[in-house]
């Protein structure tokens, strides 16, 4: 393998100057900010609600070291984007020239990564999973060519729920000359060990976990990815300057001290989800459920578009995903409070 990042890198990046912000410029101490066209007298809130008038801190350290104590990963190594959507969109932009680069998607897997793609009007390759939804290792070594950039992972994958063997990623990851994203927004729910304690090893690779999932902050938009210091400054230059805002800033340092009742919560959602499963699968209309390593299960139904439509008469909204590769006559459920499961097996307990 010779990965090297000045090879992937797209010429206008490599020659980009990045946008200095004023709070970019100036590092230090003072009191008195004239610098940003800010407005001094403050923001219009109520009382309490806080103050809102200066521009966040672009590179978002205090965050940053919060989750660089709690992840083990030094705070160089990690970039935090308005979501992992964001660090999405500029793996794309960084790496992959449109109307000549492509990327490899394994499916069923995350919408945004097809989406993304199109947007950047980059060519995606697809390569379909085993039938136990693993990594056709075999295939995506055959479709990968010189212009291929990033290849794309989901482990534990949505929609289908599973990880991914580790040893395929690593197979990849030893043999690929591009960028090797594993994503990982549902880690917390897995007995499977992430992939960032890998980021010694493997230059080429970008682990991506979210706020939105197992730690309850979806509203504030924060996604983290983690790789080596030079693909970082890479997502750094890209970035729009204040890509996180103050509030979602000041909330997450808050709520990351909150870690015992996010791991409280893990607990009780895999418990849940396997009380779930377990009730589910004796259902007379539920044909197969998959097994899972994340907060929802995927659930193949006799028939899937009538079970939705019932569900949602009855005030429960499911994931309809019949209609995806490989997931024939699928639902996917996200595993509720306790109350709320129990409310979806009772009222599917009545459906005929
Ligand atoms: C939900 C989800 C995300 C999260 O995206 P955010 O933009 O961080 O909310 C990322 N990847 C996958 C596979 C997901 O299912």
Do not use: H
């Not at 000359?177 to 230059?203: C, H, M, R, T, W």
């Not at 204040?242 to 000041?250: H, K, T």
């Amino acid at each position: 393998m010779s990965f090297k990042l000045e090879n992937i890198l797209r010429e206008n990046i490599k020659k980009l100057v990045p946008y200095s912000s004023a709070r970019d410029e100036f590092k230090g101490e003072a009191n008195i900010f004239l610098d940003a066209n800010e407005n001094s007298y403050g923001s219009p809130l109520p009382l309490g609600a806080g103050q809102f008038n200066r521009y966040p801190d672009p590179l978002q350290l205090k965050l940053k070291e919060k989750i660089s104590k709690i992840k083990g990963i030094p705070a160089q190594n990690i970039f935090l984007g308005n979501g992992s959507d964001e660090a999405i969109d500029i793996l794309y932009r960084a790496f992959c020239d449109p109307g000549k680069d492509n990327v490899i998607l394994n499916l069923p897997t995350y919408g945004m990564f097809e989406v993304s793609a199109n947007i950047n009007d980059v060519a995606v390759r697809k390569v379909n999973l085993t039938e136990n939804f693993q990594l056709n290792v075999e295939k995506i070594s055959e479709a990968i060519d010189g212009k291929t950039k990033l290849i794309f992972i989901c482990s534990p994958n949505n929609p289908t729920g599973n990880s991914m063997d580790r040893e395929s990623i690593e197979t990849i990851l030893n043999n690929f000359d591009g960028i090797v994203v594993v994503d990982e927004a549902y880690i917390n729910f897995s007995k499977q060990k992430s992939f960032i304690s890998e980021l010694g090893e493997y230059k080429n690779l970008v682990v991506m976990q979210t706020l939105s999932k197992a730690w309850g902050m979806a509203g504030l938009r924060i996604g983290m990815a983690f790789a080596s210091k030079e693909i970082i400054s890479v997502f750094n230059k890209i970035k729009p300057p204040y890509n996180i805002n103050e509030a979602s800033q000041q909330f997450a340092l808050k709520a990351l001290d909150n870690i015992e009742q996010v791991n409280n919560w893990i607990r009780e959602i895999v418990t849940e989800r396997e009380e779930l499963v377990k009730s589910l699968s004796g259902f007379s209309f539920v044909s197969k459920l998959f097994s899972t390593d994340a907060n929802f299960i995927l659930a193949k139904t006799t028939s899937p578009k009538n079970i939705y439509d019932y569900l949602v008469k009855n005030g429960i909204i499911v994931r309809d995903r019949s209609n995806v590769i490989l997931c024939e006559g699928c639902l996917r459920i996200t595993v509720g409070t306790k109350e709320e499961n129990k409310k979806l097996l009772d009222v599917l307990n009545q459906y005929k």
